[in-house]
């Protein structure tokens, strides 16, 4: 237990210092964390220890996610794992239901009523029904039902009898449980390290022979797609626009040509000049958000912007560690982050503006260098994730499919 | 009258010469007639306008003359009409009744109606119970085909009722007690609803944020409440919302809450609307494409903030989602409700006194329902899980 405390510790002090860069190696940082807490963690042997996993969990993310909340990686990471406890919970409730019921009708007699007055039997089908919807999310035809608490009526009915046979079950069930949960997160791991390949799979449909595709700064992400477009002898030209003031587009560059494509690098205010002549835009986001919108390096807002006004198609690229389950209400500012001026201005030679000695006490030269853009989901035509290619107002069902409702707020 | 070609002067000899047979053949047939407005004056706006306290004077004198004093005396002593008949007294009357309460949402009203149907009834077994509930359900509806909540709300319940009454295997009584619990727990399920929504928006209010608000929806004085409540620092701008005056109440209600309001003229909406942050709106129905159908003006203000760029949020409870899908503002029955202008009218002039319009979904952002926030088009998923 010590032992994973201080992992976690030296895991936030690294995010805290933005140590690592990226959001695929940070999701997978953060799995393999949330694996070794739960590996280590002493699981209780009556009642709920799903519930026990998910409060462990919840501490430990809720403090990762303080640690750097800009990085939405993280935070959709823990929450993917909350819904892989959940999710093996049920299963192995509703096999435990079923287990039972198979072994003893008479037990269901003596059963908590979850649901409402005078339920002389609860039938199996009625709990495992009653139990998938309390991992949904609320809708319309659970509305009238009562809160079920039946997640808990496996446990109880079979803590009722005493014959070996149940306790037996009960101990492999408890063993399960964590053996299944390890499992699903390993699972996730490998998702995650292998999204790029499951995307540029998708390279061939959406790129044709002579195109020309313009793209900003530089994404593990697109050089992939492009180049596997490449390997199955497409001819394209790629426009990149440089991404000041990293200049991450110039790596991008060398890397494309390094692969053989052919290759223009633009200046970013160059984008909306050039963008007539461009095919299709495809940019890596940092984060998607439930509405769809796009969280991006600085400047894509300006592509998106262009390319709407020119009709050319703006394709994302999104790994699913990417989704956020969350909506964005004001995303310029708080899920934003202003780095160091000095990127911008040397600050030698600025030393006489930017002194904070003089006069008043602040400088009237001030530098913002923020890092993120967000484009609104009406200027993005297609995302392409590793399931496949979607559009924005599809986003909230593959959200709904890996996230459970309660994990919104750790 | 729809107005879609330039004959509307051939139109109108046509509605003037069949102004006289109608009323006379409504009178032949049943006894349901008188309880059908012959002038399509919508029920649910003018029981909407009650609730704000704006009746005038001829609109009592419409509503007496449509209803002709059935109202206390039938129902306890008709012993010599049908069973049926009784039944259908009981149920609108029931309805009625629980509609006037204020705070009451519309579709909790309508299943409180349907439990009363329940406990009345007299079938012993779940199939009759079904089908005497759907016909309930159907003459509610009948009575007043504007209100979509009501729709909603039926449709919900019996929706509820079949496909439980498939799934457990209990017995009857057991089963009408259990639909009996859950038809009154409705009621703290609509309360709760509101409590979710304004919850869920609060983030969504930031400090020092004008807001637009039309109409006097209660969900969306729940949330301003909320936020008040938070101390968040923000002002409202609300629209007179004429003929229902709901601009005045609702600025009494806020500053009851010590928050700045600003009235503004219903045509003064695109003049102020650069310095609003967001347009705040109830619904009185959410339709299949996730667009909304709600107080006349809702349309126009939702047009002028698209066009200058401003969100537009919808407060509405997930039990207002219908099966309706209008193709344009006519494509709806008609809601219609009078309105007084404080002169004389001269007699060939007509008034549009349509009570509601439809907002198409790309003018709204994101609706705020206690299902959780949603953009538009996730209504039409939702529906399918439950009707299919």
């Known amino acids: 237990m010590p032992d994973v405390q201080s992992m976690v510790l030296e895991f936030v002090n690294k995010l805290r210092k933005r140590k690592i860069e990226g959001s695929q190696a940070t999701a997978r940082c953060t799995v393999e964390l949330l694996r070794s807490v739960i590996s280590h963690h002493r699981v209780p042997h009556h009642a709920n220890q799903a519930s026990a996993l998910i409060d462990a969990v919840k501490a430990v993310g809720a403090q990762l996610v303080a640690a750097n909340p800009v990085e939405l990686a993280v935070g959709n990471v823990v929450r993917r794992v909350l819904h892989i406890i959940r999710e093996e919970d049920l299963s192995l409730a509703t096999a435990a239901v079923a287990g039972l019921d198979l072994l003893d009708a008479s037990d269901d007699d003596e059963d908590v009523n979850g649901k409402g007055i005078g339920y002389p039997a609860m039938s199996a089908a009625v709990v495992a029904a009653a139990a998938r919807s309390t991992l949904r999310p609320p809708s319309l035809q659970t509305l009238l039902e009562g809160t079920p608490e039946s997640a808990t009526v496996p446990y109880t009915s079979s803590s009722g009898a005493d014959s070996e046979s149940k306790t037996a079950d009960k101990s492999s069930i408890t063993r399960k449980l964590k053996h299944d949960v390890i499992e699903g997160v390993n699972q996730l791991i490998h998702e995650i390290a292998g999204c790029h390949e499951q995307i540029a799979e998708q390279a061939i449909e959406h790129i044709h022979q002579n195109e020309v595709i313009l793209t900003l700064g530089s994404s593990r992400t697109v050089l992939e797609f492009l180049c596997a477009a490449k390997e199955k002898k497409r001819s394209f030209r790629v426009f990149v626009a440089e991404g000041a003031p990293r200049y991450q587009g110039h790596l991008l560059a060398k890397d494309l040509v390094a692969r053989g494509l052919q290759t223009t690098v633009i200046t970013d205010s160059a984008v909306f000049a050039m963008i007539s002549r461009v095919n299709m835009v495809i940019i890596g986001a940092h984060a998607v958000m439930a509405n769809g919108g796009v969280i991006g390096p600085v400047g894509v807002n300006m592509a998106a912007l262009a390319a709407k006004k020119h009709a050319v198609p703006f394709v994302v690229l999104a790994g699913s560690h990417k989704l956020c389950p969350l909506y964005p209400h004001n995303p310029e500012v708080l899920l934003n982050e202003l780095r160091s001026p000095s990127e911008l201005l040397d600050f030698g030679e600025f030393s006489d503006c930017l002194d904070f000695g003089s006069g008043s006490g602040s400088p009237l030269l001030q530098v913002v260098n923020p890092t993120f853009d967000y484009v609104p989901p009406s200027l993005v035509s297609l995302f392409i994730t590793d399931t496949g290619g979607h559009i924005p107002s599809y986003m909230y069902r593959l959200i709904a499919d890996y996230y459970s409702a309660d994990d919104l707020v750790m | ?388």
């Not at chain 2, 049908?82 to 519309?106: C, H, M, S």
């Not at chain 2, 349907?114 to 007299?122: G, P, Y």
Request: one cysteine or more.
């Open chain 2, 1 to 388: 009258m729809w107005r879609r070609s330039a004959s509307f002067i051939l139109d109108d000899e046509r509605r003037r010469t069949s102004d006289s047979p109608p009323m006379a053949a409504d009178n032949t047939t049943t006894a349901r007639a008188p309880f059908q407005n012959p002038d399509a004056i919508s029920a649910y706006y003018q029981t909407r306008a009650a609730h704000h306290g704006v009746i005038t004077s001829d609109w009592l004198a419409q509503a007496q003359a449509a209803v002709g004093g059935v109202s206390g005396e039938e129902h306890p002593d008709s012993s010599a009409a049908e069973l049926g008949k009784e039944k259908t007294f009981n149920v609108i009357e029931e309805f009625n009744g629980w509609r006037k309460q204020p705070d009451l949402a519309e579709a909790v009203a309508a299943i409180r109606a349907l439990a009363a149907v329940i406990r009345a009834s007299e079938a012993s077994t779940m199939m009759e119970l079904e089908i005497e509930l759907k016909k309930a359900s159907d003459t509610l509806k009948l009575w007043d085909k504007t209100s979509i909540s009501l729709t909603a709300g039926c449709d919900l319940f019996i929706r509820y009722v079949t496909r439980t009454s498939a799934l457990e295997y209990e017995d009857f009584n057991s089963a009408k007690s259990r639909l009996l619990e859950r038809a009154e727990k409705f009621g703290e399920i609509s309360c709760k609803a509101r409590k979710i929504i304004a919850m869920l928006s609060q983030d969504f209010i930031f400090d020092g944020c004008t807001i637009l608000v039309h109409g006097l929806s209660r969900v969306v004085l729940e949330i301003l409440k909320t936020a008040a409540q938070n101390n968040k620092l923000f002002r409202v701008l609300c629209t007179e919302g004429r003929p229902d005056g709901t601009g005045v109440l609702l600025s009494n209600e806020l500053s009851k809450l010590d928050v700045p309001v600003k009235l503004l003229l219903d045509s003064a909406v695109a003049y102020s609307m650069d310095e609003v942050d967001m347009v705040f709106v109830g619904a009185d129905g959410v339709v299949e494409s996730g667009g909304i159908i709600n107080m006349m003006g809702t349309y126009q203000i939702a047009l002028v903030a698209h066009s200058m760029n401003k969100p537009v949020y919808v407060a509405a409870e997930s039990y207002k989602f219908a099966r309706l899908y209008p193709l344009d503002q006519k494509d709806m029955a008609p809601a219609l409700r009078p309105i007084e202008f404080g002169v004389k009218i001269p007699a060939k002039v007509e008034v549009e006194m349509s009570a509601r319009d439809y907002t198409p979904p790309q003018y709204l952002t994101l609706l705020f329902t206690d299902l959780g926030v949603l953009s538009p088009s996730v209504v039409s998923d939702e529906l399918i899980q439950l009707y299919l």
